[in-house]
């Protein structure tokens, strides 16, 4: 599979934005999903995972409340909506993917996915 994450840019603290993380060349509803963030001279770390079915989630604390990890497997593409973003939240956000039977456990490291798509760039001024 391969994975194209897009939707970042520049906004205000307080501000949203919803990325998307769009994949081509499977069957993107047996694969869970991951993003990832990381900041200049930071780090790559986990921010939100979610599996095949999209029944289950999974958040870093930092994000938890703010962020929503969703999936839409008709468009083969998983989406993170933040809201009420920080400048700490500025970073490239990167989504990753592993094809996963339906009893796996939810995946929220980065070693435990196969695939991994180019980043965008998400800016947060205050």
């Known amino acids: 599979v391969q994975l194209q994450a897009s939707g970042g840019g520049l906004v205000q603290a307080g501000g949203s934005l919803r990325l998307s993380c769009a994949a081509s060349?499977?069957?993107?509803?047996?694969?869970?999903v991951g993003w990832f963030r990381q900041a200049p001279g930071m780090e790559r770390e986990f921010v939100a995972a979610i599996k095949r079915g999209g029944g289950s989630t999974y958040y870093a604390d930092s994000v938890k409340g703010r962020f929503t990890i969703s999936r839409d497997n008709a468009r083969n593409t998983v989406y993170l909506q933040m809201n009420s973003l920080k400048p700490e939240d500025t970073a490239v956000y990167y989504c990753a993917a592993r094809r996963e039977i339906l009893t796996a456990t939810i995946a929220s490291r980065e070693n435990q996915f196969d695939y991994r798509g180019q980043g965008t760039q998400v800016t947060v001024s205050s």
């Open positions: 060349r499977g069957t993107f509803s047996y694969y869970g």
